[in-house]
């Protein structure tokens, strides 16, 4: 996992430049278990490491540390920490953004960590975004990010439609 403190972080890129401020917003998260009517620094990190379906070298070092801090409270983590590293991964995938290599492996096992972290979240109470979330964690570690796309619009009402719309055809 890169280090916060390197000076490598100035190399990559967010879709602003050099993701220089990138280790600020992440050592602000350690404070937040969770990040529930707080806007920053999520306003901040989606802005800059996922803006408008697109991300780039630093989303996938910055992934590592959003899961790194889900580890530490699982259950009272709220859904952005799912949903970030799920998004960026659905968006790798849509765009064919290459990974360096140097962050390929701490990157995938960031992801590989979703599934049961989803799991050591699943005794506290969830709400339909949660839930969508949780699942598109799932989906977009195990390798499937069309799924995990298509899981976070998958609330009540939608999958209503949807099972209307699938058994009619």
């Known amino acids: 996992m890169l280090s916060l403190d ?9 879709a602003y430049g ?3 401020n990138v280790p600020a917003l992440l050592r602000d998260l350690d404070a937040l278990p969770s990040s529930e009517d707080k806007k920053e620094p999520w306003f901040s990190l989606w802005g800059a490491l996922a803006h408008q379906g697109d991300v780039y070298s630093a989303s996938f070092a910055a992934v590592q540390h ?3 801090v889900l580890s530490t409270a699982p259950e009272g983590a709220d859904s952005a920490f799912f949903h970030f590293p ?3 991964e659905i968006c790798r995938h849509r765009k064919q953004i290459p990974i360096l290599p140097e962050l390929t492996e701490a990157y995938f096992a960031a992801l590989a960590q979703l ?3 989803v799991g050591a ?3 506290r109470r969830w709400d339909e975004n949660f839930l969508a979330c949780a699942l ?3 989906a977009a570690a195990k390798g499937f990010p069309s799924v995990a796309e298509a899981a976070q619009e998958l ?3 939608v999958s209503e439609e949807f099972l209307e719309w699938f058994f009619s055809r």
């Open 115 to 117: 599934p049961s972290l």
């Open 6 to 14: 390197s000076p490598r972080w100035a190399e990559l890129e967010h």
């Open 136 to 138: 598109s964690a799932v």
């Open 18 to 20: 050099p993701a220089k």
């Open 155 to 157: 609330t009540p009402a």
């Open 66 to 68: 959003v899961v790194r």
């Open 86 to 88: 799920a998004w960026v």
């Open 121 to 123: 979240a699943a005794a």
